[in-house]
């Protein structure tokens, strides 16, 4: 049962200031509570031949080093304690912390994997709190709540915690723990092959009951996934790509200023009545992100609006499902969740060239993956 999520963004302002207005009221309950609660004891099973992946990038956007590590460390730990599992990997475990913790975003996590302050879900007290009506009860005989970065009910955590930091504990709060525990719950104990889109699925389903929480957790595992994919480079942009690419880093370090930009550089930013305000952006010239694409196509003549929102609906588009693996050197790349708030351009490698936010300057970032909504490609 998922918990009430509430993010929203307004109008188009919210775009450039994604992480500072989003609001999250509470973590969404995995399927764990649906097994405590219902089928305690039917689980299903997921790894691959090797059990882990050989190929885990050093970093990836959006992950503290420790959960990525963790991540990992279950992967590869999983056939030993579930020799019928296959195709487990970390961007399957990293794709379901994204929807239940953000991967304990806004929380320390220490070195062996301890976390602090705790991550905990709403009180399932039958208030209707995180969508459950019905109260539920833990192992105290207390009202329930979900645990850790991976959301685990007392209920199910007693049925099939892990230690897998090796230091005797088995905690819901520690990313070792509860990424090795997520990966038996979803291996269970039967085969099942996580390769295929069937028993992926079902298996996604089995952790939350939700065919949205399902196809949320697949573009994530398919991103993390693409991080993977060989060859990695992308070949380096020619023609008319090259010279949008190349106005557009002309820019590196001009300043960010909301509403700034027209086709013939940096302007004067305007007012937003809000966070843009208390950056004085009324008082730069530079670019915000919809500027700063405007004048950088504007060099081959392709004229653009001034809103992210509007770009996204030009050209090709660029399915968020594909992963960064379609995308060619000069394509727009496009933020949401909820609505398109923020747009740059592809620099290949997995990396952009944009006017990220308030208090920045135009500079070269990794492509967020999780707010990663698709690209456009308007240059043939």
């Given at each position: 049962?998922?918990?009430?999520?509430?993010?929203?963004?307004a109008r188009?302002?919210?775009?450039?200031?994604?992480?500072?207005w989003?609001?999250?009221?509470?973590?969404?309950?995995?399927?764990?509570l649906?097994a405590?609660?219902?089928?305690?004891?039917?689980?299903?099973?997921i790894?691959?031949?090797?059990g882990?992946?050989?190929?885990?990038?050093?970093?990836?956007?959006g992950?503290?080093a420790?959960?990525l590590?963790?991540?990992?460390?279950?992967?590869?730990?999983?056939?030993?304690?579930r020799?019928?599992?296959?195709?487990?990997?970390?961007p399957?475990?990293?794709?379901?912390?994204?929807?239940?913790?953000?991967?304990?975003?806004?929380?320390?996590?220490?070195?062996?994997?301890d976390i602090?302050?705790?991550?905990?879900?709403?009180l399932?007290?039958?208030s209707?709190?995180?969508g459950?009506?019905?109260?539920?009860r833990?192992?105290?005989?207390?009202?329930?709540?979900?645990?850790?970065?991976?959301?685990?009910?007392?209920?199910t955590?007693?049925?099939?915690a892990?230690?897998?930091?090796?230091?005797?504990?088995?905690?819901?709060?520690?990313?070792?723990?509860?990424?090795?525990t997520?990966?038996?719950?979803?291996?269970?104990?039967?085969?099942?092959?996580l390769?295929?889109?069937?028993?992926?699925?079902?298996?996604?389903y089995s952790?939350n009951?939700?065919?949205?929480y399902?196809?949320?957790?697949?573009?994530d595992?398919?991103?993390?996934?693409a991080?993977?994919?060989?060859?990695?480079?992308?070949?380096?942009?020619?023609g008319?790509a090259?010279?949008?690419?190349?106005?557009?880093t002309?820019?590196?370090?001009?300043?960010?200023?909301w509403g700034?930009?027209?086709a013939?550089?940096?302007?004067?930013?305007?007012?937003d009545?809000?966070?843009?305000?208390?950056?004085?952006?009324?008082?730069?010239?530079g670019f915000?992100?919809?500027g700063?694409?405007?004048?950088?196509?504007?060099?081959?003549?392709v004229?653009?609006?001034?809103?992210?929102?509007?770009?996204?609906?030009?050209?090709?588009?660029?399915?968020?499902a594909d992963?960064?693996?379609?995308?060619r050197?000069?394509?727009?790349?496009f933020?949401?969740?909820?609505?398109?708030h923020?747009?740059?351009?592809?620099?290949?490698?997995?990396?952009?060239?944009?006017?990220?936010?308030?208090?920045?300057?135009?500079?070269?970032?990794?492509?967020?993956?999780?707010?990663?909504?698709?690209?456009?490609?308007?240059l043939?």
């Amino acid at each position: 049962m998922l918990a009430l999520r509430l993010a929203g963004y307004a109008r188009d302002a919210y775009r450039q200031h994604p992480w500072r207005w989003r609001v999250i009221a509470a973590l969404p309950l995995a399927g764990p509570l649906l097994a405590g609660i219902l089928v305690t004891g039917v689980l299903i099973a997921i790894a691959d031949d090797s059990g882990g992946s050989a190929d885990t990038p050093a970093q990836v956007p959006g992950i503290p080093a420790v959960m990525l590590t963790a991540y990992t460390r279950a992967a590869q730990r999983i056939a030993q304690l579930r020799p019928d599992c296959r195709g487990m990997r970390w961007p399957v475990l990293a794709g379901i912390a994204q929807e239940e913790s953000h991967h304990a975003a806004g929380h320390a996590i220490a070195p062996n994997g301890d976390i602090a302050p705790p991550i905990l879900g709403p009180l399932l007290d039958g208030s209707g709190t995180g969508g459950n009506r019905s109260p539920v009860r833990n192992l105290h005989g207390t009202f329930a709540r979900a645990e850790g970065p991976f959301q685990f009910l007392s209920t199910t955590w007693s049925t099939v915690a892990q230690d897998g930091n090796d230091d005797g504990n088995r905690d819901p709060q520690n990313a070792f723990d509860a990424a090795l525990t997520a990966a038996v719950y979803l291996c269970g104990r039967g085969p099942r092959d996580l390769g295929k889109d069937p028993d992926l699925r079902d298996a996604i389903y089995s952790y939350n009951a939700s065919q949205v929480y399902v196809d949320r957790v697949l573009a994530d595992i398919r991103n993390y996934d693409a991080l993977q994919r060989k060859p990695v480079a992308n070949a380096p942009a020619g023609g008319r790509a090259k010279q949008v690419i190349d106005a557009a880093t002309s820019q590196i370090g001009v300043p960010y200023a909301w509403g700034g930009g027209t086709a013939t550089g940096p302007s004067r930013g305007i007012r937003d009545g809000g966070e843009a305000d208390r950056h004085g952006d009324y008082n730069k010239i530079g670019f915000d992100c919809s500027g700063l694409t405007l004048y950088a196509y504007a060099r081959v003549g392709v004229v653009l609006p001034h809103q992210s929102g509007a770009q996204f609906a030009l050209g090709t588009r660029l399915s968020k499902a594909d992963g960064l693996t379609a995308l060619r050197p000069g394509d727009l790349v496009f933020y949401s969740p909820g609505v398109i708030h923020h747009v740059g351009i592809y620099l290949g490698d997995g990396q952009m060239i944009n006017a990220f936010a308030s208090g920045t300057v135009v500079r070269k970032d990794p492509v967020d993956l999780h707010e990663y909504a698709g690209g456009a490609r308007l240059l043939p």
